[in-house]
């Protein structure tokens, strides 16, 4: 938080002017960079209208919080209240969401959503904003865990009318979220004294604070239910022995009181993410408190839309790597660091809060958040620069915190078929095994293609659709790629083959012209009309998988030649070395080219390459066209 002091005292500063140069301030000191103008002018016109209305209910010493971050979150809540009930006299909260709006109307689709004049899109009914902040407390506030009664929440809209926001009332309204407007001011002032007494909530104030942070028992109740009921797992072999030396390093941990490192490597398919779902499910019915991480928005939000599609609040257990910056030590049981080959150098980037800055190691911050952290990730899956998840990196960071620390390979391959084949061909084709490309030698658990043109490819991947399969068409970053798309317009074919034309995948978190956001290109069957880059396709799986090498990895006189000038990817900068980048263009393409589970296509936009490809495959469009099913 910003600030915190009592109501009479926020007032008297309001009224000197001091407030607002404190909380600019701070918020410096905190964020790293200054408010904006339209967040300082929201503070003069609101934090006054808000102190005013508890004094003269009387409750001049109700403590104020101001600009409250939500525990594990990067949101902030405008106030929170903390003072004694008067009837209980049990610790007692309100959230205040504050907004200076004079009218607003409810979204014609939509009542959760409403439209401002102020902005071009929907924004979220304050009613449902300040709902989701009282849920969200409760699920990760130890304070409130267990007494959600403590707290609820209002929007007080100071400056409307009656008549500028009468549709927002259509909203639902409960003890977490009430509607108050400046037109009936008394309304708000009356709603503050049956939450709030006269005495001092100094001592309440200090009890939020100190609250425990982590998911409540009855979050982890809901997701112990969701996660089991959605999917029964059946856990083979290795993920067997990894989904066990995770429980028991976490028996172990709780007997003796110490932490352990569990690290379970795997290539595309191996099961990593099924085992991290299993985890959590069995943690969770455990009442052992855990959450789930990863480095990838696209991965992130694919795991919340499949664990939490019933239950929002189980969305909130799954968390960037990033979150957990300031996370007290070992305030968790369990981490489960998902797609850990994408962990960074640093949590932080250029809007981390200067207060965040710890100058710590991702890789540290992690395992010292939990008592067994876990580290599910694939090495050669490393496609950025500054990536760090390797498994000698995590060794060693246990090490020099003299943590024991165990590796658990995972060697079934439940992608691409379960095809061992076929991950071995890409691996030696791209030389990250040595030994030189192979023949492919078809089996019956993958099928492989080659396609002369990407016309040909995306006919022949339309019609493995026809038939009820999945697909989707994937490329290198070799084009540039359009990332602000005016409103009501199509998305730019970017990807240009000849007379080919086709968009990238949406940049961003809405639709785009029927094309879905970015997190679900792979999963969403729209997103077949446009080209994936790695950083959408990375950790998804679907049955036909289009692969366009682009002119960055070329074949030319028995080796593979790899052009840093091809690539139109921000991520490599003029100091990247030509090594990295020559094994982060290959590990892209392995990326690509493993994410079918029935068979591949692949095109090269280079003659030559193209021709060894057929040298190695023989398998061609033609050949194959009649030939659709999982074999």
Same mark, same amino acid.
């Given at each position: 938080?910003?600030?915190?002091?009592?109501?009479?005292?926020?007032?008297?500063?309001?009224?000197?002017?001091?407030?607002? *140069?404190?909380?600019?301030?701070?918020?410096?000191?905190?964020?790293?960079?200054?408010?904006?103008?339209?967040?300082?002018?929201?503070?003069?016109?609101?934090?006054?209208?808000?102190?005013?209305?508890?004094?003269?209910?009387?409750?001049?010493?109700?403590?104020?919080?101001?600009?409250?971050?939500?525990?594990?979150?990067?949101?902030?809540?405008?106030?929170?209240?903390?003072?004694?009930?008067?009837?209980?006299?049990?610790?007692?909260?309100?959230?205040?969401?504050?907004?200076?709006?004079?009218?607003?109307?409810?979204?014609?689709?939509?009542?959760?959503?409403?439209?401002?004049?102020?902005?071009?899109?929907?924004?979220?009914?304050?009613?449902?904003?300040?709902?989701?902040?009282?849920?969200? *407390?409760?699920?990760?506030?130890?304070?409130?865990?267990?007494?959600?009664?403590?707290?609820?929440?209002?929007?007080?809209?100071?400056?409307?009318?009656?008549?500028?926001?009468?549709?927002?009332?259509?909203?639902?309204?409960?003890?977490?979220?009430?509607?108050?407007?400046?037109?009936?001011?008394?309304?708000?002032?009356?709603? *503050?004294? @049956?939450?709030?007494?006269?005495?001092?909530?100094?001592?309440?104030?200090?009890?939020?604070?100190?609250?425990?942070?982590?998911?409540?028992?009855?979050?982890?109740?809901?997701?112990?239910?969701?996660?089991?009921?959605?999917?029964?797992?059946?856990?083979?072999?290795?993920?067997?022995?990894?989904?066990?030396?995770?429980?028991?390093?976490?028996?172990?941990?709780?007997?003796?009181?110490?932490?352990?490192?569990?690290?379970?490597?795997?290539?595309?398919?191996?099961?990593?993410?099924?085992?991290?779902?299993?985890?959590?499910?069995?943690?969770?019915?455990?009442?052992?408190?855990?959450?789930?991480?990863?480095?990838?928005?696209?991965?992130?939000?694919?795991?919340?839309?499949?664990?939490?599609?019933?239950?929002?609040?189980?969305?909130?257990?799954?968390?960037?790597?990033?979150?957990?910056?300031?996370?007290?030590?070992?305030?968790?049981?369990?981490?489960?660091?998902?797609?850990?080959?994408?962990?960074?150098?640093?949590?932080?980037?250029?809007? @981390?809060?200067?207060?965040?800055?710890?100058?710590?190691?991702?890789?540290?911050?992690?395992?010292?958040?939990?008592?067994?952290?876990?580290?599910?990730?694939?090495?050669?899956?490393?496609?950025?620069?500054?990536?760090?998840?390797?498994?000698?990196?995590?060794?060693?960071?246990?090490?020099?915190?003299?943590?024991?620390?165990?590796?658990?390979?995972?060697?079934?391959?439940?992608?691409?078929?379960?095809?061992?084949?076929?991950?071995?061909?890409?691996?030696?084709?791209?030389?990250?095994?040595?030994?030189?490309?192979?023949?492919?030698?078809?089996?019956?658990?993958?099928?492989?293609?080659?396609?002369?043109?990407?016309?040909?490819?995306?006919?022949?991947?339309?019609?493995?659709?026809?038939?009820?399969?999945?697909?989707?068409?994937?490329?290198?970053?070799?084009?540039?790629?359009?990332?602000?798309?005016?409103?009501?317009?199509?998305?730019?074919?970017?990807?240009?083959?000849?007379?080919?034309?086709?968009?990238?995948?949406?940049?961003?978190?809405?639709?785009?012209?029927?094309?879905?956001?970015?997190?679900?290109?792979?999963?969403?069957?729209?997103?077949?009309?446009?080209?994936?880059?790695?950083?959408?396709?990375?950790?998804?799986?679907?049955?036909?998988?289009?692969?366009?090498?682009?002119?960055?990895?070329?074949?030319?006189?028995?080796?593979?030649?790899?052009?840093?000038?091809?690539?139109?990817?921000?991520?490599?900068?003029?100091?990247?070395?030509?090594?990295?980048?020559?094994?982060?263009?290959?590990?892209?393409?392995?990326?690509?080219?493993?994410?079918?589970?029935?068979?591949?296509?692949?095109?090269?936009?280079?003659?030559?390459?193209?021709?060894?490809?057929?040298?190695?495959?023989?398998?061609?469009?033609?050949?194959?066209?009649?030939?659709?099913?999982?074999?």
């Amino acid at each position: 938080m910003l600030f915190r002091e009592s109501a009479v005292a926020v007032a008297a500063e309001c009224l000197s002017g001091s407030l607002f *140069l404190r909380l600019a301030e701070q918020f410096v000191h905190v964020h790293g960079y200054r408010p904006s103008t339209s967040e300082a002018r929201s503070w003069e016109r609101s934090i006054p209208a808000l102190a005013n209305a508890l004094n003269e209910a009387g409750l001049d010493q109700v403590e104020i919080l101001l600009e409250y971050g939500l525990p594990l979150n990067s949101k902030r809540a405008d106030a929170v209240l903390a003072g004694v009930h008067p009837q209980t006299g049990e610790p007692s909260y309100v959230v205040v969401e504050l907004k200076q709006w004079s009218s607003a109307e409810p979204d014609d689709e939509d009542p959760s959503l409403c439209r401002v004049d102020a902005y071009a899109r929907p924004v979220l009914n304050p009613v449902d904003q300040v709902r989701a902040y009282c849920q969200y *407390l409760v699920s990760f506030n130890g304070a409130l865990a267990e007494h959600p009664h403590r707290v609820s929440g209002a929007a007080y809209l100071h400056n409307a009318t009656e008549f500028g926001v009468r549709g927002l009332f259509e909203a639902e309204q409960d003890a977490f979220g009430q509607l108050f407007i400046g037109a009936r001011r008394g309304e708000f002032i009356n709603y *503050l004294r @049956t939450r709030l007494g006269a005495d001092s909530g100094a001592t309440a104030a200090d009890e939020l604070v100190a609250g425990k942070i982590g998911p409540s028992r009855q979050l982890m109740a809901v997701a112990a239910q969701e996660v089991r009921e959605r999917e029964q797992f059946v856990l083979l072999d290795e993920q067997q022995v990894a989904y066990r030396t995770v429980l028991n390093a976490v028996r172990r941990s709780r007997q003796s009181d110490h932490k352990e490192v569990v690290i379970v490597t795997g290539g595309p398919g191996t099961g990593k993410s099924v085992i991290a779902l299993s985890l959590l499910g069995e943690l969770y019915r455990q009442g052992t408190t855990a959450l789930h991480a990863t480095g990838s928005n696209s991965f992130t939000t694919t795991m919340r839309k499949v664990a939490g599609a019933r239950k929002r609040e189980v969305q909130d257990l799954f968390k960037y790597f990033n979150s957990f910056m300031t996370a007290e030590r070992n305030s968790l049981d369990v981490l489960i660091c998902d797609e850990a080959h994408r962990m960074r150098q640093t949590s932080a980037n250029r809007y @981390t809060p200067a207060s965040s800055r710890t100058g710590k190691a991702q890789i540290e911050e992690l395992i010292d958040t939990a008592r067994v952290p876990v580290f599910l990730l694939d090495e050669h899956q490393v496609v950025r620069p500054g990536e760090m998840g390797t498994v000698a990196e995590i060794k060693a960071a246990a090490a020099s915190r003299g943590l024991q620390c165990h590796v658990i390979p995972l060697d079934s391959q439940f992608r691409c078929g379960g095809s061992d084949a076929y991950l071995r061909w890409t691996v030696r084709l791209l030389g990250l095994e040595p030994g030189g490309p192979i023949q492919w030698d078809p089996d019956d658990k993958m099928r492989l293609v080659v396609a002369d043109s990407p016309q040909d490819m995306e006919e022949f991947l339309d019609n493995c659709r026809a038939q009820g399969f999945g697909a989707r068409i994937s490329a290198g970053y070799c084009w540039k790629w359009s990332k602000r798309v005016p409103p009501g317009q199509a998305l730019p074919a970017d990807v240009v083959i000849g007379s080919w034309e086709r968009p990238w995948n949406v940049f961003g978190e809405r639709a785009v012209a029927g094309a879905p956001p970015a997190a679900l290109w792979a999963t969403d069957p729209a997103g077949f009309g446009q080209v994936g880059c790695v950083y959408t396709a990375q950790g998804f799986e679907y049955d036909w998988s289009g692969v366009i090498l682009g002119p960055d990895l070329v074949w030319r006189e028995g080796g593979w030649v790899t052009d840093r000038t091809a690539s139109k990817d921000p991520v490599f900068k003029k100091s990247t070395p030509d090594a990295d980048v020559d094994r982060l263009i290959r590990n892209t393409y392995k990326v690509l080219l493993t994410r079918g589970m029935v068979g591949t296509v692949v095109y090269s936009t280079d003659a030559a390459t193209r021709a060894k490809l057929r040298e190695l495959v023989h398998a061609d469009i033609n050949n194959a066209a009649s030939a659709h099913h999982t074999g």
